[in-house]
């Protein structure tokens, strides 16, 4: 029994492996963690364009979250409260907010 | 711009389109939306929660963000939701996905990448066939899913341009190198059927082949595996690094030379194979057989010595290291290092929280370095002004320098004890475990954890453009609420304490230096402006703002940190006090209690050096001045003295060597026998009492040798009351001092400069004391009046003043001039206003002007003008002569007997103005003596008596303005009483007026206008009566009782 479910964690793991070769090819930018998590999302049935949609923004965000980070630089000796200057980022967020016709407040970062 | 605005329109057509596409799929959801996106619903599937879990995930591991709380992380959770849930996509076609596939291969055939599209097809034709972690089957739609997010994520792959080319070719290179560590992670199981290699890796260079045995050889650090076989591999492994042949040579450099571990891939070292030291191995092994995408990263091996080196090098401030890393200003701990016998995640909470301190070390030694601009030996701040000459014109102030030292100071000790256990690391005669040495260094941890708190809030928070007595006083007010903050804690931090209050006691050294340069030689050395007391350079000392304008106290607020700059006009004595409440911590605390003293001492000191002092002392002075102690030493001999002289009362019961817990309650007994004799019953008190003393035996013994360094001496004291001891070790001398310095500066004015001759001067002459000079003088102007000869010349009246002083006071005659203002003409009307014009002026030589100001002056002036005037009613009344109505009456006698019909009348008018005379002159009398006697010479006196006891120049300059307040006030020349002020002038002006009628002869008398003046007079004196009975039924001014009293009794009688 134990020799079956080890046959199976290492089919699992080449398939894997074959998948990362597959990103790796395509230049998806996806290391093996980001991608096993990818390929867990997918079978719990998320769909594959809205998931890319949502990694492609958040590399964009955290982007821009690093660079007002470096900007911002070892001047202020307290570590200031990081806040994604990400206008995109809000607009959306505020749109589904709007066409949800919620009164909910949604908490912006103070700029 | 233009992307974002795209998306924007997209995202709204979607969230818009929403209903329509996917109604099938929303309209469940539509309800619950609001809930949704708060991914707040109670009643999720598990199924929703995995995939929460999922979400979460990913979003750590692509943004980065890993705390779960920030903001950030939950923006983009919501985000993400939003995304996945209301989303307007196709599900994935299988046909599409194929289509793409072939159409990539294609695209790579027609660039004849031919390996690259090769290698494309098989690998997708075996992900294709190959099964899901949790999916069953092939060609799923699960397969398909995934790929068409690769497709997406790795471009548009629908029209793939030229330039997408370059970057897929790069990509394959990558593959290679990515197989060496695929073989080895396959190596590390060994157990079960070893999978085949992929086709296609044996189509790779051949490097890969070749690295392939090695890295098999060398993975195997096993359970199953013997000694032997490791042995072997071990010998396998040298001769890759090392080129020593001889086995002799060989092992004794694998004891002696430490292997690079810090180099990538470095050889393994050997170790046993017992369960225990082998923990890492198991863990992984067991993570790796449960999670099939558990994925073993790459790993630094090190020993525990190795951890622990680097670990005391981190702390003893060396700034490159394998463990740890630096950036910018921050310490890490490297990611992938490990020990065998614990768990990275162990290891790695173990180690962070080393990095802390570490961090703090190096942010300390980094200020260290800045101030000390690098040199290898920080120079004590030197005794004296060889070191301020020397070091004040640099950048960072003395007070910064000072801390710094002490800093260093204690670094050096901790640095010893690194040391230590560095020397016995390397001796290796006995087991030093890390923990261990964490035990060991807990309590120097604590004390770095207190100092980098007090450096991050004193030093390292203050903004960069602060002025340098911001600085100072910020920092020196933090240490010292630092130290009142942990004593209050008691027991807990004596450490924290002791630490603490040495680091203060160096710190607060250059500004006892300044203080003690300014109170001793009167002069304010503080080039660097970090006292909170800075001298304005544009007030020479011998000009009369002196006293008032020449210090500026800078009050630091914490809050807005900015400086107000307080006057030392309010500051001399009601500065301190007055809006205390929202200053309370914003100056330097310590020397709040003092600062009333340093600021007169200061001040008082620099006028009198700069006073040529009659009296030889200054020679004598200056030779003392050697010897004498700073204020400094005094202080730290003080606090010395203080602590070993309540030690030696115990002492004497009990010898030093005895144990301590018995010492303790004889102690706590004899102090408590002390403070019942002053009535205190507190066995806390004297618990703590007793503990203090106790420490303090400690403190004996370090400095009982004799030869004790003064700089060292605040090491070891532990003091519970620090407050206290401040108060009987800093604040006696500076207050003994403070007597002194103003003592003498007071003996100086009083004696050198007259000052009390000056005082008596203005009485005399603005207040009249001096009856006879001054009667020569304004007898003059009356009879010049009413010889209605005109007396407003400049010339004749300094004649006659001259004329009156210069006989009995020769000195002042010079001193003493009048001048002639000009009133505004609505306040000519009356006659008795006429006097107005008159201003007498005195000379006041420098430094007396100090205390008698021109604002004095015009004081002074206001009740002389209301002393002249009422002179002037009283002199007009005097001069009076019945003789003016002899002439009338005997010319009526010898008159014809018609006549006489008329003289009764005229009779009558006589008797009435003789009536009228009597009760005027009662009026002016009693208002004389009122204010010549009862105000004028009571409080002269009461004014004299304070002045002999003033202490200092302000509280002089004090008493001066209270008298001359209260003589303004009692002479009802407040702008409050005006209207009995108003009242008195009429009655006076009447007198004027009747004088005149009186002289005029008696023709010129009417009977209406007797009849006016007594009216006039009986109205005014009536009010009089009324207003000031008032106001002594109040009893709130009891000195007019006298005058009320006898203008009443005038009154009655009329």
């Not at chain 2, 990275?344 to 962070?352: A, H, P, Q």
Request: glycine share 4%.
């Amino acid at each position: 029994m134990a020799s079956a479910a080890n046959a199976n964690v290492n089919a699992v793991r080449e398939t894997m492996d074959v998948l990362l070769e597959i990103s790796r090819l395509l230049n998806t930018g996806l290391d093996m963690e980001s991608l096993s998590i990818c390929v867990r999302l997918c079978e719990q049935g998320i769909n594959p364009e809205a998931l890319s949609a949502v990694i492609k923004e958040l590399r964009k965000a955290s982007e821009s979250l690093k660079k007002t980070v470096t900007e911002i630089g070892e001047g202020g000796t307290k570590p200031a409260e990081k806040k994604w200057l990400l206008p995109a980022f809000y607009i959306r967020l505020l749109r589904t907010a709007q066409t949800e016709n919620e009164n909910r407040s949604l908490q912006f970062g103070t700029y | 711009m233009q992307p974002f605005s795209l998306q924007n329109q997209q995202v709204n057509a979607r969230s818009e389109g929403q209903l329509a596409t996917c109604s099938l799929r929303c309209s469940y959801r539509e309800a619950n939306r609001c809930t949704a996106v708060n991914i707040n619903m109670a009643h999720w599937s598990t199924f929703e929660k995995e995939t929460e879990k999922e979400t979460k995930k990913l979003i750590r591991c692509i943004s980065g963000v890993e705390d779960e709380e920030d903001q950030n992380f939950q923006l983009a959770l919501k985000f993400a939701w939003s995304n996945f849930r209301f989303h307007r996509y196709l599900d994935v076609d299988s046909h599409k996905i194929q289509r793409s596939i072939s159409g990539i291969y294609e695209k790579l055939m027609v660039h004849s990448d031919l390996s690259k599209a090769g290698s494309w097809m098989r690998l997708t034709e075996e992900f294709l066939n190959s099964p899901l972690p949790n999916t069953d089957g092939a060609k799923t739609d699960a397969h398909y899913s995934i790929l068409s997010l690769l497709l997406f994520l790795s471009g548009s792959p629908s029209n793939t341009n030229f330039t997408e080319k370059p970057r897929l070719k790069e990509a394959e290179p990558e593959d290679d190198f990515d197989w060496a560590k695929y073989l080895m992670e396959g190596e590390d199981i060994d157990i079960g059927p070893y999978p085949d290699t992929p086709e296609w890796s044996e189509e790779e260079s051949e490097d890969e082949d070749s690295q392939q045995p090695i890295s098999r050889e060398d993975s195997g650090i096993q359970l199953d595996r013997t000694p032997q076989e490791d042995q072997d591999n071990t010998n396998k492994t040298v001769p890759v690094t090392w080129t020593v042949g001889e086995p002799d040579a060989r092992a004794w450099l694998e004891q002696h030379v430490v292997t690079p571990y810090w180099v990538a891939h470095a050889p393994r070292f050997p170790h046993s194979l017992h369960l225990h030291s082998n923990l890492l191995n198991v863990w992984d092994q067991h993570l790796y057989n449960t999670d099939p995408l558990y994925l073993p990263e790459e790993k630094a091996f090190v020993t525990e010595t190795q951890v622990i080196r680097e670990t005391l090098w981190l702390l003893s401030g060396v700034k490159k290291h394998f463990i740890f890393q630096h950036h910018d200003g921050k310490v890490s701990v490297r990611n992938n290092v490990v020990v065998t016998h614990l768990t990275s995640n162990c290891l790695r909470s173990v180690l962070e929280h080393i990095a802390v301190y570490g961090q703090a070390v190096f942010r300390l030694q980094r200020f260290i370095d800045e101030v000390t601009g690098y040199n290898s030996d920080p120079c004590p701040p030197g005794s004296g002004s060889s070191y301020s000459s020397k070091k004040g014109s640099e950048p960072p102030f003395r007070t910064y320098q000072a801390f710094v030292w002490a800093l260093n100071k204690y670094f050096t000790g901790f640095k010893e004890e690194l040391t230590t256990i560095e020397r016995e690391l390397i001796c290796n005669d006995e087991t030093v475990t890390l923990s261990a040495v964490l035990e060991r260094l807990s309590p120097h941890l604590a004390q770095i954890k207190v100092l980098h708190k007090v450096f991050c809030t004193g030093v390292a928070e203050v903004p960069p453009a602060t002025p340098n007595v911001v600085r100072a006083s910020h920092l020196l007010n933090t240490l010292y609420k630092a130290i009142i903050e942990y004593d209050s804690v008691g027991e807990a931090s004596e450490q924290a304490v002791a630490l603490l209050f040495s680091l203060w006691t160096e710190t607060v050294r250059p500004y006892l230096e300044i203080v003690d340069e300014w109170i001793v030689h009167g002069h304010l050395f503080d080039p660097a402006k970090e006292f909170i007391i800075q001298r304005n350079k544009d007030v020479p000392v011998n000009h009369r703002d002196f006293w008032y304008a020449t210090y500026t106290l800078y009050s630091v607020s914490e809050m807005v940190e900015n400086e107000e700059k307080l006057n030392d006009a309010a500051s001399g004595s009601s500065g301190g006090d007055q809006g205390s409440s929202n200053r309370q911590l914003t100056m330097v605390s310590f020397l709040k209690p003092v600062l009333k003293q340093i600021i007169m001492a200061g001040k008082s000191m620099q006028l009198l050096k700069n006073l040529d002092c009659k009296d030889t002392e200054q020679s004598d002075r200056s030779s003392r001045d050697a010897e004498r102690k700073s204020l400094y030493t005094l202080f730290l001999e003080s606090v010395q003295s203080r602590l070993c002289s309540q030690e030696e009362s115990p002492t004497d019961t009990v010898t030093e060597q005895q144990a301590t817990k018995r010492s303790l309650v004889k102690m706590q007994s004899i102090i408590a026998q002390h403070l019942e004799i002053e009535d205190v019953h507190d066995p806390l008190l004297a618990i703590n009492f007793a503990r203090l003393y106790l420490e303090q035996s400690d403190f004996h013994e370090r400095f009982s040798g004799g030869d004790f360094i003064v700089d060292r001496s605040s090491q070891s004291v532990t003091c519970q009351t620090f407050e206290l001891t401040l108060r009987s070790c800093l604040y006696p001398h500076i207050e003994r001092r403070y007597i002194e310095c103003c003592g003498n500066l007071m003996k100086t004015l009083k004696k050198d400069y007259k000052l009390l001759e000056y005082l008596q001067a203005m009485r005399n002459y603005f207040l009249l004391e001096a009856g006879d000079t001054m009667y020569d003088f304004y007898t003059a102007i009356f009879d010049k009046v009413q010889e209605k000869e005109s007396w407003q010349q400049l010339s004749f009246l300094n004649v006659q003043l001259q004329e009156a002083v210069g006989q009995r006071y020769p000195e002042d005659s010079s001193r003493l001039s009048v001048f002639l203002e000009t009133i505004d003409p609505s306040r000519k009307k009356h006659p008795v206003n006429n006097l107005e014009v008159l201003t007498l002026s005195y000379k006041v030589p420098w430094p007396v002007d100090i205390v008698i100001s021109s604002e004095c002056q015009k004081i002074y002036n206001q009740v002389f003008l209301l002393l002249l005037q009422i002179k002037w009613a009283k002199y007009s009344l005097d001069t009076l002569r019945f003789s003016d109505f002899t002439d009338v009456t005997k010319k009526l006698e010898g008159a014809l007997p018609e006549e006489v019909k008329v003289k009764e009348p005229i009779n009558q008018q006589i008797h009435r103005m003789c009536l009228l005379r009597v009760k005027l002159m009662h009026f002016v009398n009693s208002l004389h003596n009122y204010i010549m006697t009862r105000i004028l010479h009571s409080t002269g006196l009461e004014f004299q008596h304070q002045v002999q006891e003033a202490k200092d120049l302000d509280q002089l300059i004090k008493i001066h303005y209270r008298y001359l307040a209260t003589i303004h006030d009692r002479c009802l020349l407040r702008e409050k009483v005006s209207f009995v002020k108003e009242a008195i002038m009429k009655v006076l002006n009447l007198v004027l007026i009747f004088s005149d009628r009186w002289q005029a002869g008696f023709g010129a008398w009417k009977i209406e206008s007797i009849d006016k003046m007594e009216s006039d007079f009986k109205n005014c004196h009536m009010f009089l009566v009324t207003i000031l009975n008032k106001a002594v039924c109040r009893g709130s001014f009891p000195h007019l009782e006298s005058l009320a009293l006898s203008l009443m009794a005038g009154f009655e009688q009329c």
